[in-house]
Protein backbone atom coordinates (compact mmCIF):
# COMPACT_ATOMS: atom_id res chain seq x y z
CA UNK A 1 0.00 0.00 0.00
CA UNK A 2 1.46 3.85 -0.73
CA UNK A 3 2.98 5.47 2.01
CA UNK A 4 0.33 8.42 1.29
CA UNK A 5 -2.97 6.39 1.53
CA UNK A 6 -1.29 5.17 4.94
CA UNK A 7 -0.19 8.51 6.02
CA UNK A 8 -4.15 10.15 5.02
CA UNK A 9 -5.62 6.85 6.75
CA UNK A 10 -3.12 7.97 10.17
CA UNK A 11 -4.78 11.77 9.39
CA UNK A 12 -8.17 10.29 9.46
CA UNK A 13 -7.26 8.60 12.77
CA UNK A 14 -5.94 11.50 14.17
CA UNK A 15 -9.65 13.26 13.91
CA UNK A 16 -10.91 10.42 15.68
CA UNK A 17 -8.53 10.01 19.12
CA UNK A 18 -9.47 12.79 20.96
CA UNK A 19 -12.92 10.77 21.36
CA UNK A 20 -11.40 7.88 21.84
CA UNK A 21 -8.70 9.66 24.36
CA UNK A 22 -11.34 11.29 26.36
CA UNK A 23 -12.71 7.45 27.49
CA UNK A 24 -9.45 6.24 27.99
CA UNK A 25 -9.15 4.75 24.70
CA UNK A 26 -7.15 4.87 21.58
CA UNK A 27 -6.87 3.08 17.83
CA UNK A 28 -3.08 2.04 16.64
CA UNK A 29 -3.17 1.51 12.45
CA UNK A 30 -2.16 -1.61 12.02
CA UNK A 31 -1.86 -1.94 8.12
CA UNK A 32 -3.69 -0.87 5.10
CA UNK A 33 -4.18 -3.94 2.06
CA UNK A 34 -3.90 -3.81 -1.11
CA UNK A 35 -7.91 -4.55 -1.17
CA UNK A 36 -8.55 -1.79 0.79
CA UNK A 37 -9.00 -3.32 3.82
CA UNK A 38 -7.47 -1.50 7.22
CA UNK A 39 -6.30 -3.22 10.08
CA UNK A 40 -6.30 -1.50 13.40
CA UNK A 41 -5.77 -2.46 17.13
CA UNK A 42 -8.09 -0.82 20.20
CA UNK A 43 -5.92 -0.27 23.26
CA UNK A 44 -6.65 1.16 26.41
CA UNK A 45 -10.33 1.53 27.83
CA UNK A 46 -11.29 0.38 24.05
CA UNK A 47 -9.96 -3.86 24.36
CA UNK A 48 -12.87 -4.38 26.86
CA UNK A 49 -15.39 -1.68 26.23
CA UNK A 50 -18.56 -3.20 25.23
CA UNK A 51 -19.24 -0.33 22.70
CA UNK A 52 -16.45 -1.07 20.69
CA UNK A 53 -17.63 -3.28 17.61
CA UNK A 54 -19.98 0.14 17.27
CA UNK A 55 -17.11 2.74 17.66
CA UNK A 56 -15.24 0.30 15.58
CA UNK A 57 -18.16 0.45 12.72
CA UNK A 58 -19.52 4.00 13.28
CA UNK A 59 -17.28 5.88 14.42
CA UNK A 60 -13.50 4.39 12.79
CA UNK A 61 -14.94 2.78 9.58
CA UNK A 62 -17.36 5.33 8.93
CA UNK A 63 -14.74 8.03 8.70
CA UNK A 64 -12.50 6.23 6.88
CA UNK A 65 -14.54 5.19 4.23
CA UNK A 66 -15.75 8.83 4.06
CA UNK A 67 -11.97 10.54 3.77
CA UNK A 68 -10.61 8.29 1.87
CA UNK A 69 -11.30 6.44 -1.76
CA UNK A 70 -10.73 2.70 -1.60
CA UNK A 71 -11.19 2.17 1.79
CA UNK A 72 -13.96 -0.36 2.43
CA UNK A 73 -13.61 -2.05 5.25
CA UNK A 74 -11.81 -1.25 9.08
CA UNK A 75 -10.99 -4.99 10.95
CA UNK A 76 -10.01 -5.00 15.03
CA UNK A 77 -7.11 -7.24 15.57
CA UNK A 78 -5.59 -8.49 18.48
Do not use: F, H, W
Request: hydrophobic share 40%; net charge neutral; with cysteine.
Amino acid sequence: MSKVLLEKVEQTLETIRPYLKADGGNVELIKVSDEGIVEVKLTGACVNCPMSQMTLRAGIERALIREIPGIRRVEAVN
